[in-house]
């Protein structure tokens, strides 16, 4: 009887847990995995015999027992190949057993042994430097992920070949490098487009600054070729860079959607996710046979944008309730439950009704008016209460596509306002959970920065009028204070009150 052991990490979500691998050898041969292990788990033993044997390493000609625990948590990958594969050669005494104590083994293995890249790396990592493991030993494209997280080893290997000689202190072989297919793109970082080359619309641009500076979701209306998607799609750029442990949680997300190129293993700016309104509900919000986050979650410390919003599916916008108010998605299954981190930045953009000329001056509207309301109903009262900011945007003039071009702020300019906004918000809720205006709970505002009732009562004529609800209340305080901030003033005044106020209504201003 021969034993054999090795760790290696499950993950559920973006969370790894520590998986014990131990192999018995004895009795009639044959091959059994126990353990809960998944179809694509399961066809380890065969991946994983015959790359021991094109390893020039022997195959036990006896039962193979291979035990992952803890047993009831179920085991989900093809990355156990590694750790399988090391606990048998261990257990027939081709390696020292104690050369795998201490050590976290994670990688896929071809037929021919070599280790191919795997998702999920970094959180695996992070999983095991949280038990306090200080090795690792990942496929060789993986190791500049893995190396992100301190303190830890990385062997970055490129066969089964090499992480035998490595464990038996022998010189490592040379192996030809991985071939790689072309994968799924990932969620773009930055668009790197300039907000100068948005003519005009001088009230949208200061609204999409408002939502940058405070983190506030922002619903844009307006007719076809208004310039609702140029604006969208510049508000990433005036987000400031991911901070060591904003960029850490995003890579985690990026890591096990499998979409976190190699050459790139650190995300550093926010990510800009823009899923079409055909997008399905597990492709937004994440699932699958296999869960994997979505859309939703890898826009996680960056922005959503939903363009023609009223075409989603009422489904999938409904599904965005939670993450807007909690920042998070839970995916359950029978016999699992995935927690995806998604603080995002929502940005909608919509036409006001089918034919997008509802309202105009200029275009005439064929839709009758039971066609608009049933439109603009396609957006639940709920998720639209739980937008921020609501702005008209309005077709460009002859004047602003001639004069206003050579007169728009850049970017760069307007970025450097929205960080110094959030350098006050930041002082002013250090030691606190929350980084941002949007994010902090109404009550600790009320509690520890109380606003006078003349500061608040331009807020309290619209609850008292109806138009806003006790919830808008709340959006109305958070938004002026990131006006507030803006302006650099140290607390909001009525002005700072009426104009969020203005802004959530979608009033001009």
């Known amino acids: 009887m021969r034993l054999g052991r090795c760790r290696s990490v499950a993950l559920i979500g973006v969370q790894g847990t520590l998986i014990d691998i131990d192999v018995h050898i ?3 041969p044959g091959f059994t995995l126990v353990g809960l292990p998944d179809a694509s788990l399961y066809e380890a033993r065969d991946r994983v015999r ?46 020292p057993a104690a050369a795998t104590s201490g050590v976290i083994f994670f990688g896929e293995l071809a037929l021919d042994g070599r ?30 992920e893995a190396a992100q997280v301190p303190d830890v080893t990385v062997v970055g290997a490129r066969s089964l070949r090499q992480v035998i000689a490595f464990l038996r202190g022998a010189e490592i072989p040379d192996e030809e490098p991985e071939e790689v297919a072309a ?18 619309q001088q009230e949208a641009k200061a609204a999409i600054e408002i939502a940058a500076a405070g983190h506030h979701h922002i619903r844009l209306e307006g007719p076809p070729g208004a310039g609702k998607t140029m604006l969208a799609r510049r508000l990433p750029g005036l987000l400031p860079d991911l901070s060591t442990e904003e960029s850490l949680d995003v890579t985690v997300i990026h890591s096990v959607a499998a979409v976190l190129p190699a050459d790139r293993p650190l995300v550093v700016r926010p990510p800009f996710a823009d899923p079409h309104h055909s997008a399905s509900m597990a492709s937004v919000i994440g699932g699958g046979t296999i869960v994997r986050p979505g859309l939703a979650s890898l826009a ?107 007169l728009a702020e850049t970017t760069k300019v307007v970025a450097e306002r929205v960080a110094e906004a959030r350098d006050r918000q ?69 002005d700072h009150v009426q104009r969020a106020a203005r802004l959530r209504l979608g009033e001009a201003g």
């Open 183 to 200: 994968g799924p793109e990932s969620v773009p970082q930055d668009p790197g487009l300039d907000l100068a080359e948005v003519a005009g």
């Open 115 to 144: 280790l191919r890249s795997v998702p999920g790396v970094l959180p695996a990592v992070l999983a095991a430097a949280k038990a306090g493991i200080r090795r690792v030993v990942v496929p060789e494209r993986n190791a500049g």
């Open 300 to 406: 996680h410390r960056g922005v959503l944008f939903l363009d023609e919003a009223p075409e989603f599916s009422r489904q999938v916008l409904d599904s965005l309730r939670e993450p807007l108010e909690n920042g998070k998605i839970v995916v359950s299954r029978v016999n699992s439950t995935a927690v995806f981190p998604a603080s995002f930045l929502l940005v909608i953009a919509q036409n006001p009704c089918p034919c997008g000329n509802h309202g105009s001056r200029s275009r005439e509207c064929e839709c009758p008016p039971h066609a608009v309301r049933r439109y603009q109903r396609r957006i639940s009262g709920p998720v639209r209460d739980r937008i921020d900011l609501h702005q008209r945007v309005v077709p460009p003039s002859v004047t602003d596509i001639d004069v206003g071009l050579s």
């Open 50 to 95: 015959a790359a021991v044997l094109s390893s020039k390493v022997a195959w036990p000609l006896q039962k193979i027992t291979v035990s992952l625990s803890p047993a009831a948590l179920p085991k989900r990958g093809s990355h156990f190949d590694l750790g399988v594969a090391i606990g048998i050669i261990s257990a027939a005494d081709e390696i």
């Open 26 to 28: 004895g009795g009639m």
């Open 426 to 494: 930041a002082r002013r809720l250090a030691g606190t959970p929350w980084r941002v205006n949007g994010e902090v709970p109404v009550a600790f505002l009320r509690r520890e920065f109380p606003l006078s009732v003349e500061a608040m009562a331009p807020a309290y004529a619209e609850l008292r009028k109806g138009t806003v609800t006790a919830r808008g209340m709340d959006r109305i305080l958070r938004l002026a204070w990131t006006v507030a901030d803006l302006d650099g003033s140290g607390r909001p005044s009525p």
